[in-house]
């Protein structure tokens, strides 16, 4: 079985800062030999109406992410803004892709966002307005299909590839800590990631899975979600192999990107066990 992804272009989605899950995974593609394409929100030409503050978020953004990137990557790997709100954004991606002749062996969706966690805060179900559900539908499991169609339409993923969205136990069950309108975005993410499966496989034999990781608070993401300190702590003391690091999560990515796999539709789980509780 070949684990080498030497030569194989990965777009990576989702990284923030150093912390990242997106960049840790990042990390072990380019260890093991991948070209790399990262994207994280930031400014462009589609961002229309905007007030100066908004302007400005989307540059400091923007600017955090690339730093983060050229240290912990280095300079070969290329960064391109992107707003999956966007479609025009989505498809500006595409054609520069295509413009530079690059193809795609393998992308990870890691991008999520809930308005209605502020804080740390998480908002009841039952007071989550249409705006604020389809926000979070919108981002985090729409987004997947959404670059997926625009990537597929021009050619550019490659036949026998690799797609992998990151998930969350959440998606399925009500978790202790509150995870309330993203799990529900979540659980879309993962029956799109069947459906995908099943087209892109008889297609184009493209794999589409997703996993779901352990409790992790060391990200932006993590550390916003209220309870969440008291679910890793559950996590490692009820799992049967404790909590999964992120390394885990980086192995296990890289194993569903290496050619030659026959491994597609799965919704795994790299959280040492804990989904099998009750």
Do not use: W
Request: proline share 2%.
């Amino acid at each position: 079985m070949n684990y080498n992804l030497s030569g194989r272009t990965v777009i990576i989605t989702g990284i923030t800062d150093s912390s990242s899950l997106a960049l840790v995974i990042a990390k072990e593609c380019k260890q093991l030999g991948a070209n790399l394409i990262c994207t994280g929100l930031g400014k462009t030409e589609f961002h229309k109406n905007l007030s100066e503050a908004g302007l400005s978020f989307l540059e400091r953004t923007y600017s955090d992410f690339t730093k983060t990137v050229k240290s912990e990557l280095g300079d070969d790997a290329i960064t391109y803004p992107l707003d999956v709100t966007i479609q025009a954004n989505i498809d500006a991606f595409a054609d520069f892709l295509q413009s530079n002749k690059i193809k795609i062996h393998s992308f990870l969706h890691s991008i999520a966002m809930d308005k209605t966690i502020r804080q740390g805060k998480v908002k009841p179900i039952m007071t989550i307005s249409r705006e604020e559900f389809m926000d979070a539908m919108n981002v985090s499991a729409f987004s997947l299909l959404a670059l997926t169609q625009s990537l597929y339409q021009r050619n550019l993923l490659v036949e026998g590839g690799s797609i992998v969205a990151l998930s969350y136990l959440g998606a399925e069950k009500v978790v202790s800590h509150p995870y309330k309108n993203i799990g529900v975005a979540k659980s879309a993410l993962e029956r799109l990631v069947k459906e995908m499966a099943m087209e892109l496989g008889k297609e184009k034999q493209i794999q589409v899975n997703a996993i779901r990781f352990s409790p992790y608070r060391a990200s932006k993401a993590g550390s916003a979600i209220d309870g969440l300190e008291q679910a890793e702590n559950s996590c490692e003391e009820l799992s049967p192999l404790g909590n999964a690091k992120a390394k885990d999560l980086a192995e296990e990515v890289a194993y569903l990107f290496r050619p030659g796999n026959r491994i597609t539709g799965e919704i795994r789980h790299v959280d040492g066990g804990y989904h099998i509780r009750g």
